[in-house]
């Protein structure tokens, strides 16, 4: 059963009308955290740690709360799991976030603020890590079912002398219409002409509804028809519209089942349904499915830098993710046969390759995002014995060259090129004597001795034996691979990969491809 915990502040009289209530709110949050870690605790030794069930604590923005409520209830029904939910402002709930954190006794899983700019800020000051976007809404005038107000804009309700109620700026709703008027130069007469002014959306609302001294509230128009109100769009308001956000919080002890709880409030058939069925405008997520699974498909030189990446993120998000690692033209020619679909997300060995693949099969993938690069070297026995100074050097008689395949290698199709630019060739090809799939195995080849004099590799594929050989850089520009990564436009997870490819691009990704002798693209950097 759906555990609910939400502040009682209708009969504070810090709210009392015409009242704004600023002097007390640092004590309420201070008091609201000290009671919530003294029940959480309370509730914790209760249980006395036995059931072994999982339970996620979410804070909850009040104007949510039929809807998170509900799908909450379907997520435990679904999954087994408890959830607790906890309401209050997105604003008191932020500040909230940061006292349990200061305070070392963090307790929230999941934050779901009425705005993405609190989520935003949380994720600023280190409060929260991924967030999904789940539904919109917007500012409106709410009046009573029956009343006969008629107003154009604000200007308006402020002549007709309109006895009207807003929220407290730390509600998403109240800072939203602060945003708004203030753009529109309306804000200080608004304020100054309000009954009252209220810490959640959802007691504004309460108080047209059964007030009968108070005409309207600035409110947002999903809670306008919850609580059967008639909206008035108000020109002021228009770009009012505001993303409700399901969070994860930095601190959470259980990150995989959080974030399975933000997945089902984002999918379409799940959280998405009961949006739309409480008049929200429900934001299309990822399809449902308690282990989403991806399939990527990714450049052989890439494997060493992103395994570790890719199962952290496996094993974060509880997802079942199948990589694939070749050569570049073999995932390629793969996927023009259709003998294994596209993948979810492609990696490249080189930038050429995305390129070939949108041009060849009508533009499957999305935008691309920068990961990585890494030079081509001419990899030869220490002190360089042959003398090889540059690709020209490959056509000298009797040496044994080492390449990848052009057909199934990026590394082989950009060696064969640059050797063809040379003018010789003929002269090359015919000193080349082994065209592996990949650089490891003409790394292993040279390593063993005796069969190769040189090889063209990637740098990136070298650093670990750069005190046993020597590497001859080649000199044009061209010499050079880009790795990048795109998701399918019609992966049925477009948020999952999109989330893998933020993991790919991270700093912690980073210093793994540098270690391993790569440059770093990623964010223009």
């Known amino acids: 059963m759906v555990c609910r915990r939400e502040e009682d502040t209708m009969g504070d009289s810090d709210y009392k009308y015409g009242r704004n209530g600023q002097g007390a709110l640092a004590w309420l949050v201070l008091t609201v955290a000290a009671v919530g870690v003294l029940v959480f605790s309370l509730d914790h030794d209760a249980d006395g740690g036995q059931s072994g069930e999982q339970t996620l604590v979410v804070y909850c923005a009040a104007g949510v709360k039929k809807a998170v409520e509900e799908a909450a209830g379907r997520f435990e029904q679904e999954i087994g799991a408890k959830v607790s939910l906890e309401y209050a402002s997105s604003g008191v709930l932020a500040n909230r976030l940061k006292i349990d954190k200061e305070g070392g006794l963090p307790r929230a899983d999941v934050y779901v603020p009425a705005d993405y700019v609190f989520a935003e800020r949380a994720r600023a000051d280190g409060l929260t890590a991924e967030s999904l976007k789940v539904a919109t809404w917007k500012v409106v005038l709410a009046v009573k079912p029956d009343s006969a107000l008629a107003v154009t804009d604000c200007n308006d309700v402020l002549a007709r002398n309109v006895s009207f109620v807003i929220c407290n700026p730390l509600a998403g709703v109240g800072k939203k219409t602060k945003n708004m008027l203030e753009r529109s130069g309306h804000w200080a007469a608004v304020d100054a002409a309000k009954a009252a002014s209220f810490p959640t959306v959802t007691e504004a609302a309460l108080a047209v509804k059964e007030n009968p001294g108070t005409q309207a509230a600035f409110i947002w128009d999903s809670i306008a028809q919850q609580f059967g109100l008639r909206a008035i769009e108000l020109p002021e308001l228009e770009a009012s519209k505001a993303n409700i956000t399901v969070a994860v919080t930095a601190t959470t002890a259980q990150p995989t089942l959080a974030l399975k709880f933000t997945r089902y409030l984002a999918a379409p058939t799940q959280g998405g349904a009961v949006f739309a069925k409480h008049h929200y405008v429900s934001i299309p997520g990822d399809e449902w499915a308690e282990t989403p699974k991806l399939r ?90 042959h003398g090889i100074r540059s690709l020209t050097g490959l056509a000298k008689r009797g040496l044994r060259v080492g390449t990848t395949d052009p057909k199934a290698s990026t590394l082989g199709a950009l060696s064969h090129q640059l050797c063809r630019e040379t003018g010789q060739f003929d002269a090359i090809e015919q000193n080349i004597v082994m065209m592996a799939d990949t650089a490891h195995t003409l790394v292993q080849t040279m390593e063993a001795g005796q069969k190769l004099d040189v090889v063209i590799v990637y740098e990136a594929n070298i650093r670990h034996m750069i005190d046993r050989f020597d590497a001859v850089p080649l000199q044009p520009k061209r010499a050079l691979a880009v790795q990048n990564v795109a998701a399918r436009k019609t992966t049925p997870y477009p948020r999952l990969a999109g989330r893998l490819m933020e993991h790919l691009t991270s700093q912690v990704s980073r210093r793994r491809f540098e270690q391993l002798g790569f440059s770093w693209e990623a964010n223009g950097e």
Do not use: W
């Open 296 to 385: 990527v498909d990714c450049g052989g030189v890439n494997r060493e830098a992103v395994e570790k990446t890719i199962r952290e993120f496996q094993q974060r998000e509880g997802a079942s993710i199948d990589v694939v690692y070749a050569g570049c033209g073999t995932l390629v020619g793969k996927m023009q046969t259709g003998e294994h679909g596209l993948p979810d997300v492609f990696m490249t060995c080189d930038a050429s390759y995305l390129d070939m693949a949108q041009k060849k099969m009508n533009h499957p993938f999305g935008p691309d995002l920068k990961v990585s690069s890494t030079r081509i070297v001419m990899l030869v026995a220490k002190g360089n014995p």
